[in-house]
């Protein structure tokens, strides 16, 4: 008896303390800040290098962070992100760690991941936005724009993933080590790869409902298991920077919607606050426009969607012998004087990310390889964008159009 009430008063507390507005922001907010830390430390090229993959700064004006000062920044995320976690009035610390990644991501744009773009948005809300001594209500509705953000990156996925290059490829890619060691069941999971964008769209619908939430956090929850059996070492064993991302949305699900019966995102998106409409402007109005090729894949809730924009760099012999040796060993020779560089493997390779998915990004870096050619005429990039509306068709540029 002694036993089963201690189990059960166990059960309570858990309850409990997810019926709390701030204890569900602190958990909420070392989740983010944990997660953060784990994406950087698991691609520390990307923010400090060494590398050959070029960068990509919004201004060339911007001078590059590197050396010493890229170490010290680098260092210095994690040291805020620990005193984030430990003190009790972490604003500054914060705020500090969103102008350093800020500065990182203003200097390169392949430092705008998916998972960097959603974790600094949800930590702004989060630890920025409750005022020091702000009561229950302030800080509920401060779970509920994170709970907006998460089911709105929910729909968006799902939306982005309704089209054939998803379906016929990507899916099929996905499920391959299923597909692999069960040849038979290929069948029944291409014809799952058709529904799977509509379920999608649905439990993130249905989280931001009363009566389809359970059964929605659920669903969400399975995915994200699937996903890391997918991509994980049994699996695929591919881009290993996601892995906790997926599981940390799976957390997510569980912080926000279970337990949250006096949630209602009627409430929630009628009020006016600067957090809120940031919020919608950015996981919901701007990736409508990605739709129509106005706004950023990767900002959209794109990634492994079919949806995203590709390209590959060609050169010649010639082109190929005058390259720097870490970028030529990264070339595949698939024809006679033809010479491939796959973007997404060398970023891959180099970065431990997926290459920023953009045509402006593209060129950028097809122009850096080119800076390094004796003979800028033997090289060609060819980007293929992929949307859902208004794609552009198979495009060629040469150095000089670059």
């Not at 929630?268 to 701007?286: G, H, K, N, Y």
Request: aromatic letters at 12%; a positive charge.
């Amino acid at each position: 008896m002694r036993g089963q009430g201690s189990e059960i008063e166990h059960r309570t507390g858990w309850r409990n303390l997810l019926r709390r507005p701030v204890d569900r922001l602190f958990l909420l907010k070392t989740t983010v800040i944990v997660a953060f830390c784990a994406g950087l430390l698991m691609c520390p090229a990307l923010w400090i290098g060494p590398r050959s993959y070029p960068v990509v700064p919004v201004s060339s004006l911007l001078p590059p962070i590197e050396g010493v000062v890229a170490a010290g920044l680098y260092g210095c995320l994690f040291l805020l992100a620990a005193l984030a976690v430990v003190l009790p009035r972490p604003r500054w610390c914060v705020a500090g760690f969103l102008a350093i990644i800020a500065v990182f991501c203003l200097t390169d744009q392949t430092r705008w991941q998916p998972w960097v773009f959603q974790y600094g948005f949800l930590l702004a809300i989060v630890a920025l936005c409750p005022r020091a001594g702000s009561g229950q209500g302030d800080q509920a509705r401060v779970l509920d724009i994170a709970r907006l953000i998460v089911a709105l990156t929910y729909v968006f996925s799902g939306l982005q993933k309704i089209n054939l290059n998803f379906m016929e490829n990507d899916f099929p890619w996905i499920v391959s080590p299923i597909s692999g060691l069960l040849p038979s069941a290929s069948g029944v999971l291409g014809a799952f790869g058709f529904v799977v964008p509509f379920i999608q769209v649905a439990f993130g619908i249905g989280l931001l409902t009363q009566r389809y939430r359970r059964v929605s956090l659920w669903s969400a929850v399975c995915m994200h298991l699937f996903i890391l059996a997918m991509f994980g070492p049994a699996g695929l064993n591919w881009n290993d920077v996601i892995w906790p991302w997926t599981a940390t949305m799976a957390a997510f699900d569980v912080l926000l919607f279970s337990q949250a019966s006096d949630f209602s995102w009627r409430k929630a998106a009628t009020r006016r606050e600067p957090s809120l409409l940031a919020a919608i402007m950015l996981f919901a109005l701007l990736p409508l426009l990605s739709f129509f090729n106005l706004w950023d894949s990767y900002l959209s809730s794109a990634l492994y969607s079919g949806n995203l924009t590709e390209a590959q760099i060609y050169l010649s012999d010639i082109g190929a012998a005058s390259l720097a040796p870490a970028i030529r060993s990264r070339l595949v020779h698939t024809s006679p004087d033809t010479n491939v560089l796959n973007i997404q493997r060398w970023a891959m390779e180099d970065l431990n990310v997926t290459p920023y998915s953009e045509t402006r990004v593209f060129k950028a870096v097809a122009k850096s390889v080119c800076s390094g050619m004796r003979d800028r005429s033997q090289l060609v990039l060819i980007v293929t964008e992929q949307r859902m509306f208004f794609s552009r068709p198979e495009s060629g540029y040469r150095c000089a159009e670059l």
